[in-house]
């Protein structure tokens, strides 16, 4: 239904519309990746394009999925490597592989690993706001307390400091 409405909007022909319209979504799924790479590298702290870096974002993805590693917490763990080889020690060999090509490729960007450590730093929120807590905020707005909420609600300002999460929200 989309296309046809798209396609009646074009003045030119139907056959002249659909091949705009294939064009304009070929050129769409190009940006659309170009982008992604570009936050998912930042999300790794690199800045220069590499051709291996969707293979190295799709091991690292496939990887969290096997340990089943939060999204958002698996790049706080990978920047603190150590802290990820314990918490998950049945996957400790297959981190330190995946850390190993991380840290080869990171040596190979045009950053250096203190400015590589601040953009991962500015990229990985330490904190999101988790359903439970939503919800907790919530009950106890309806019995009139909001100090949750404004507690959620300061929180989210700096997302990406963890001096400002409060113990009770980590």
């Known amino acids: ?3 046809s409405t798209l396609i009646a ?3 030119s022909s139907e056959e002249l519309a659909i091949e705009n319209f294939q064009k304009a979504l070929s050129e769409l799924t190009n940006i659309f990746e170009f982008e992604y790479l570009a936050h998912m590298r930042a999300k790794f702290g690199l800045q220069a394009q590499h051709k291996d870096d969707i293979n190295l974002i799709k091991n690292w993805l496939d990887l969290i999925q096997r340990a089943k590693m939060d999204f958002t917490n698996s790049f706080i763990y ?3 490597e150590h802290e990820m080889l314990t918490t998950h020690p049945e996957y400790a060999r297959e981190f330190q592989e995946f850390i190993e090509k991380w840290n080869s490729r990171r040596d190979e960007d045009t950053l250096s690993l203190e400015q590589s450590h601040t953009l991962m730093r500015q990229t990985n929120p330490q904190f999101i ?3 439970h807590l ?3 905020a919530i009950e106890h707005a309806y019995k009139g307390d909001f100090s949750h909420f404004h507690k959620l609600c300061q929180v989210l300002r700096t997302p990406f400091d963890v001096t400002k999460i409060p113990q009770s929200l980590r």
């Open 1 to 3: 239904r989309l296309a």
């Open 9 to 11: 909007l074009d003045p």
């Open 78 to 80: 990978l920047s603190s």
């Open 129 to 131: 706001p988790r359903n």
């Open 134 to 136: 939503i919800q907790e």
